[in-house]
T-cell receptor, first 112, second 114 residues
Framework: GEDVEQSLFLSVREGDSSVINCTYT??????LYWYKQEPGAGLQLLTY?????DMKQDQRLTVLLNKKDKHLSLRIADTQTGDSAIYFC????????????FGAGTRLFVKA | EAQVTQNPRYLITVTGKKLTVTCSQN?????MSWYRQDPGLGLRQIYY???????DKGDVPEGYKVSRKEKRNFPLILESPSPNQTSLYFC?????????????FGPGTRLTVL
């Protein structure tokens, strides 16, 4: 079945850039998402990219999509301590979008 | 305020004692879903509902039941909880009827089954 994989931990210094990577298996993925989970809270949609796009930029966030390699990345520029959280990669196909597959989440630690 | 609420937020129970976790959304969303979050496994979908009286199994439905009698509510029922159901549970809703499926999550329910 479909699968989404990402590394579990990433540690960066405050002010550096963070890059969180994700790979997925479903070639019919239509939308790919990045969700953020802060401690003690549910997930919130951070950004998304449509499968016919290569890149999407939103302020400090840059999403890169390599559809051939089924690789998605999230770059956070000028990482702040408030960015410390778990980041989930997710994908949904074109079956009405109801089925979303999540990765295991990458815990980002930001050192002051 | 648009939100998804879950109750209780924390629950400790014993094996075999039936329990219900409630979920309610005030955004008139058609689609609702239950997930469990376990370390290293991410979110796994338990059940989902595309509308009132329409429910279907997700990836890990064993040991769980759901109902969708009203659009706003989607309770998760554990008829006979077991220790392997100790987990963090999230309810989510989305407008549905579209390919972009932004889901809005509740705050989570941490369940411990002894």
């Amino acid at each position: 079945g479909e699968d989404v994989e990402q590394s579990l931990f990433l540690s960066v210094r405050e002010g550096d850039s963070s890059v969180i990577n994700c790979t997925y298996t479903d070639s019919s993925s239509t939308y790919l998402y990045w969700y953020k989970q802060e401690p003690g809270a549910g997930l919130q949609l951070l950004t998304y990219i449509f499968s016919n796009m290569d890149m999407k930029q939103d302020q400090r966030l840059t999403v890169l999509l390599n559809k051939k390699d089924k690789h998605l990345s999230l770059r956070i520029a000028d990482t702040q301590t408030g960015d410390s959280a778990i980041y989930f990669c997710a994908e949904s196909g074109n079956t009405g979008g109801f089925k979303t597959i999540f990765g295991a989440g990458t815990r980002l630690f930001v050192k002051a | 305020e648009a939100q998804v609420t879950q109750n209780p937020r924390y629950l400790i129970t014993v094996t075999g004692k039936k329990l219900t976790v409630t979920c309610s959304q005030n955004m008139n969303h058609e689609y609702m879903s239950w997930y469990r979050q376990d370390p290293g496994l991410g979110l796994r979908q338990i059940y989902y509902s595309m509308n009132v009286e329409v429910t279907d199994k997700g990836d890990v439905p064993e040991g769980y039941k759901v109902s969708r009698k009203e659009k706003r509510n989607f309770p998760l029922i554990l008829e006979s909880p077991s220790p392997n159901q100790t987990s963090l549970y999230f309810c989510a809703s989305s407008p549905g009827a579209g390919v972009l499926n932004e889901q809005f999550f509740g705050p989570g329910t941490r369940l411990t089954v002894l």
